[in-house]
C-alpha cells in the first residue's frame, strides 16, 4: 500500500487551470501557456505522502532549487521563466511558486550517481552492476564510485517505486542521439555540484534531474539538488559499512518506523500524523541542508 494518505484538493485561482496533484508541487497552466509549479510543503516517506506537512518546505526547497539553477546556468539552460506570484494566488503561494516554461518532459529520471547506495547497492549486492555497468568487487553503502555514473530510471506512479533501467533501454525509449545527450548533461551537472557540495562539507551521493525538451532545446526542469531529488551526507560524518545519516527524513523514518509510531510499514493501514517534535527537527534538517549549502541564513 502506498500514495496519499489524504489527496488535497486543488487550489481554485482565476486564471489557472489545475493540472496535477503531485507528490509534493501541485501543477497549473496560467493564460499565457506556462506552467505553475507550487511546492508545497507535503513530505513523502516509504512511498507516503504523509497526512503531516513539514511548515515551510515547500518554500526551503524551492529556494534552493533556484539557487542551484543559477549556479549551472552555464552548464544547461533550465525552465524558469519567473519567481511573480500570478495574480490572484493565494500570498501564500509567495517563494514557493514557479512560473516555468512548458516542456515535453522526457520520461526518464536522470540519475547520478557518486557513492554507492539505495536501490544502486541492492543491484550491486545482487550482481556487481548498478543498471548494468559493472562495478569492482569491495564496495559497500556509502563507499565513493571510482567515477560517477549514469543509473537512470523509469518515471513511476504515485505510490509506485522508480524503477533502475539500463542505458540501453532509455536508447530504446528516447534515442541514441537524446539518450547520449541526457547522460552527458546529467554527469556535467552532477560534478558541479558534488564540488559545489563539497566545499561546503556536504557529501552529494546522488541526485535526480528530469530535463524536457523546448522545441529541439534540451531543458533542465523540475526541482534541482534539493534534499527531496537527492542525498545530502555531512561530510564530517561519512562512514561507509553501514547507511549514512540522511539530512531530512532520518528522523521521519525512525519514527514512523519506531513502536511509538504504532505503525506496520509493511501492513496494509497509512501512516499516522507525525508528533510535534518529529516534524520540528525535520524542518530544522531543511533548513540545515539550504544554509549549509547556500551560506544564506533561512530567516
Ligand atoms: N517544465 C516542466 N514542464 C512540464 N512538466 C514539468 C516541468 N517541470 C516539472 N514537471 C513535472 O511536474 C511534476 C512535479 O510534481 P511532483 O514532483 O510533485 O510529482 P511526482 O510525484 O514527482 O510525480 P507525479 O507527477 O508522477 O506525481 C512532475 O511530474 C514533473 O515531471
Ligand atoms: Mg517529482
Known amino acids: 500500500m502506498a500514495g496519499f494518505v489524504e489527496k488535497p484538493e486543488p487550489i481554485e485561482v482565476p486564471g489557472l487551470t489545475h493540472l496535477h496533484t503531485g507528490k509534493v508541487r501541485d501543477l497549473y497552466r496560467n493564460e499565457a501557456g506556462e506552467l505553475v509549479m507550487v511546492a508545497t510543503d507535503r513530505i513523502s516517506v516509504y512511498d507516503w505522502v504523509l497526512p503531516t506537512e513539514i511548515p515551510d518546505k515547500g518554500r526551503i526547497l524551492t529556494q534552493l532549487s533556484l539557487w542551484w539553477f543559477g549556479r549551472l546556468t552555464d552548464l544547461v539552460p533550465n525552465h524558469v521563466i519567473s519567481t511573480d506570484l500570478p495574480a490572484g494566488a493565494p500570498a501564500d503561494w509567495e517563494g514557493r511558486t514557479l512560473v516555468c516554461t512548458p516542456l515535453e518532459m522526457i520520461p526518464v529520471e536522470c ?113 534541482v539538488l534539493t534534499s527531496d531529488s537527492s542525498r545530502f551526507w555531512p561530510a564530517e560524518e561519512w562512514e561507509p559499512g553501514h547507511a549514512q545519516p540522511s539530512y531530512d527524513k532520518q528522523y521521519v523514518r525512525d519514527w514512523l518506523t519506531s513502536p511509538t509510531s504504532g505503525w506496520d510499514k509493511n501492513g496494509q493501514l497509512p501512516p499516522p500524523e507525525l508528533p510535534k517534535e518529529v516534524v520540528e527537527a525535520t524542518r530544522a534538517k531543511y533548513v540545515e541542508a539550504y544554509e549549509r549549502l547556500t551560506g544564506i541564513s533561512w530567516t
Open 111 to 223: 540519475v547520478a550517481r557518486g557513492f554507492l547506495t539505495g536501490s544502486g547497492l541492492a543491484e550491486y549486492n545482487e550482481t556487481r552492476t548498478v543498471c548494468g555497468l559493472a562495478l569492482p568487487e569491495g564496495l559497500v553503502d556509502g563507499s565513493e564510485l571510482p567515477g560517477a555514473i549514469f543509473t537512470p530510471a523509469t518515471k513511476a506512479e504515485v505510490g509506485d517505486h522508480d524503477e533502475n533501467v539500463s542505458y540501453e533501454e532509455v536508447a530504446r525509449v528516447v534515442g541514441a542521439e537524446t539518450a547520449a545527450l541526457l547522460r552527458r548533461t546529467t554527469l556535467d551537472v552532477y560534478a558541479r555540484a558534488l564540488e559545489v557540495a563539497r566545499d561546503r562539507g556536504i557529501i552529494l551521493a546522488d541526485t535526480k534531474f528530469e530535463f524536457g525538451f523546448d522545441g529541439d532545446r534540451l531543458v533542465l526542469a523540475d526541482e
